[in-house]
């Protein structure tokens, strides 16, 4: 009896396991040219950026990469090419929580406004954890900090049509 208990529970565990292998990423999906899903090894091998950013009195460093990077590597267009039907587009970003934000595609394009907006895997030199997810967006210019999304999973680019 104690046998079958315990080849029930290690078959049990084995289902379980590959599952916590799994790495933590963001997937960046939608109106994309290509779709990505990206691990903090893949956001390492980008080009770094930094921010600091104040709150109630505690500075905090944050590196990662810009989301506008991250957006031009899946396709999204920028610069010159974002005009038209591309301007009525925008980037959804989603929690694991459920918690979701919405960016225009002009303003996450430093072409069009000075408001650069990081997608961080790390705070003050060490990997983001936790309550704050593997992944964070850092929006160090919005007042409220409402849009810096904690536990990110996900950014779906959408195209309005009228």
């Known amino acids: 009896m104690y046998t079958r208990r315990w080849v029930i529970f290690g078959a049990l565990a084995a289902r379980l396991l590959p599952a916590q292998d799994a790495q933590p990423s963001v997937q960046v999906a939608g109106a994309v040219k290509q779709a990505l899903t990206l691990t903090a090894d893949d956001l390492a091998k980008m080009p770094r950026a930094s921010v600091r950013t104040t709150n109630g009195g505690m500075e905090t460093v944050y590196d990662g990469v810009w989301l506008h990077e991250v957006l031009k ?7 010159s090419e974002l005009r038209g039907k591309a301007l009525s587009s925008y980037v959804l970003a989603q929690a694991q929580d459920g918690y979701q934000v919405v960016f225009s595609l002009g303003e996450l394009d430093p072409a069009f406004i ?11 030199g060490k990997p983001l954890f936790g309550a704050q997810g593997r992944f964070r967006l850092v929006v160090p210019k919005d007042k409220p900090g409402a849009r810096s999304v904690r536990m990110l999973t996900k950014l779906e680019v959408v195209q309005l049509r009228k």
Do not use: C, F, S, Y
């Open 73 to 79: 590597k899946a396709g999204v267009p920028q610069g």
């Open 114 to 124: 000075d408001n650069e907006i990081l997608l961080a895997d790390t705070a003050n």
